[in-house]
């Protein structure tokens, strides 16, 4: 059975966040929950990549699990943005 929801708070793990690799690391172990929260509180950037592999690639994976991203700066959200419309196609 999943797991509702849980809480992936990247500050504790850096400042800034760049590579796919990075984003599979920390998206290890979280198919068994439907929601997962990213908090991006005290995250100052994130690149292409790193978005891209979470919010396109990750997302698209598993379609039955609800991303949710939370306290973005506008250079977080900007990238975050770009991904989920990819994953829509638009």
Do not use: C, H, K, Y
């Not at 760049?18 to 599979?24: L, N, Y």
């Not at 005290?42 to 699990?65: C, K, M, S, Y």
């Not at 973005?72 to 943005?81: A, K, L, P, Q, T």
């Amino acid at each position: 059975m999943a797991q509702t929801r849980t809480v992936v708070r990247l500050f504790g793990l850096g400042r800034d966040f760049v590579s796919r690799s990075e984003a599979r690391r920390i998206l290890q172990g979280l198919e068994s929950f439907r929601e997962v929260i990213v908090d991006f509180q005290g995250v100052a950037g994130i690149g292409q990549g790193f978005a891209d592999e979470v919010f396109r690639v990750w997302a698209l994976q598993r379609p039955t699990i609800t991303l949710v991203p939370t306290n973005m700066v506008d250079e977080v959200r900007f990238f975050v943005e770009r991904a989920e419309r990819a994953r829509r196609g638009s």
